[in-house]
Every structure is written in structure tokens, then in C-alpha cells.
């Protein structure tokens, strides 16, 4: 079965620069969240988005934006990158449609490492 | 959000059973309870989810209590396999995000 497809799965950037992952949800799902899990650390909810508006919006900084495309994919936009914006970041989809128990499915992860 | 509350740690032998306790006593009557767990260098993986009623599927057993302020995961016969962290979240469900709290890193001895 189709899983959740995340690109790049590693990525080195330097200080200050700019970063972009992105997140291909499983066909028919219609709903993707984002999460960030540092070193050592439980996963932390960053957004979510569903039919391409953003839904829900956790501990998501200021520097990073995201949006959902036409096609369902995701993009997590990240700048003025931090040394502590080293971390997994993974990204979920669910679907189709909204339910009170919506299984979420994980992608393998982006590991995001800055110098 | 709901908060859970879980042991840091668990041990048990491959091929037994084992419990997982998670309190929520401030869960809401919308709330449903989700069960995720992490392997090692692995995504998140789903569980189980229920709301009132018990709840079996082929990973696993959920237990709710009646008062819905406690739950329990049951694994039935644990392998080196199911070695992971397992989360109990609380969620509404639609879009919402799950909020991870601590989890029980669960060791399985050979």
C-alpha cells in the first residue's frame, strides 16, 4: 500500500539559510499535519492543514510557514534556520474527509540538520 | 488539551501479555482516546482509537474504563517487535493535531 512520501529524508542547510520539505500524502487522503521531534524529544505538533486551508496550528514558529497544494501535497517553508531547528520533521496524513477518529499516517521523516 | 498520564517505563517478556496504563481523568465526552506507538529511527504509528466501548483490532486491545478517566492497552502476546515508545493522546479528531505527551518507552526481554 501507498505510504506517505517526505523529500528530502536528510538535509544539511548552515545558519541563517532557507528550507523547504515537502510531504505527499497517501491518494485520497485530504488532510496533512506536520510535526517536529528534536533529539531525545516527543514529536511536537506544528499545523495541519485540510482541503488546502490551514486547520489547526500548534507550536509553530513565526519563521516557518506551510501551505497545501491543488494536488494535496505539503510544503513546510522554513528560514532564518536555527541550530535549534535541528530535528526530524514528519509529516501525517489522514482522510478521506474529517471524522471524530482519524487515523493519522505517518511519513518516514525529514531529518533537517543545521550548522 | 486533555492531558494522559503514563509510566516513563515498562518491562516485559516476549510472548506475554502486557498492560499499559494511561489516566485522563479531565478527558472530555467529544474526546476520543488514541494510542500511537514510535520505534526506534521509525514515524509514529497508529494503534488504536476508541471512544466508550472497548476495543480489539489485530495489534491490539483497548480497555476504557467506565468513567472514561483511565484506559489500558493490551498487547496480547508481545514480541521483540513491539519494543517501542507508546503514546496515549486524547484527541477531537477532524484536523486536529496529536499532542505527544511523555509516553511508555516499553522494553520487551527476550
Known amino acids: 500500500a501507498a505510504g506517505v512520501i517526505q523529500s528530502p529524508r536528510h538535509l544539511i542547510k548552515e545558519k541563517r539559510e532557507t528550507a523547504t520539505l515537502k510531504c505527499y500524502p497517501i491518494?485520497?487522503?485530504?488532510?496533512v499535519y506536520w510535526y517536529q521531534q528534536g533529539p531525545g524529544q516527543d514529536p511536537q505538533f506544528l499545523i495541519s492543514?485540510?482541503?488546502?486551508?490551514?486547520?489547526d496550528k500548534g507550536s509553530i514558529p513565526d519563521r516557518f510557514s506551510a501551505q497545501q497544494f491543488s494536488d494535496y501535497h505539503s510544503e513546510l517553508n522554513m528560514s532564518s534556520l536555527e541550530l535549534g531547528d535541528s530535528a526530524l520533521y514528519f509529516c501525517?496524513?489522514?482522510?478521506?474527509?474529517?471524522?471524530?477518529?482519524?487515523?493519522?499516517?505517518f511519513g518516514p521523516g525529514t531529518r533537517l540538520t543545521v550548522l | 488539551d486533555a492531558k494522559t498520564t503514563q509510566p516513563n517505563s515498562m518491562e516485559s517478556n516476549e510472548e506475554e501479555p502486557v498492560h499499559l496504563p494511561c489516566n485522563h481523568s479531565t478527558i472530555s465526552g467529544t474526546d476520543y482516546i488514541h494510542w500511537y506507538r514510535q520505534l526506534p529511527s521509525q514515524g509514529p504509528e497508529y494503534v488504536i482509537h476508541?471512544?466508550?466501548s472497548n476495543v480489539n483490532n489485530r495489534m491490539a486491545s483497548l480497555a476504557i474504563a467506565e468513567d472514561r478517566k483511565s484506559s489500558t492497552l493490551i498487547l496480547h502476546r508481545a514480541t521483540l517487535r513491539d519494543a517501542a515508545v507508546y503514546y496515549c493522546i486524547l484527541s477531537g479528531g477532524g484536523a486536529d493535531g496529536l499532542t505527544f505527551g511523555k509516553g511508555t518507552h516499553l522494553i520487551i526481554q527476550p
Open positions: 491518494p485520497r487522503h485530504d488532510t
Open positions: 501525517a496524513s489522514s482522510g478521506p474527509g474529517l471524522a471524530g477518529h482519524n487515523e493519522q499516517f
Open positions: 476508541g471512544l466508550t
Open positions: 492543514f485540510y482541503e488546502k486551508m490551514q486547520s
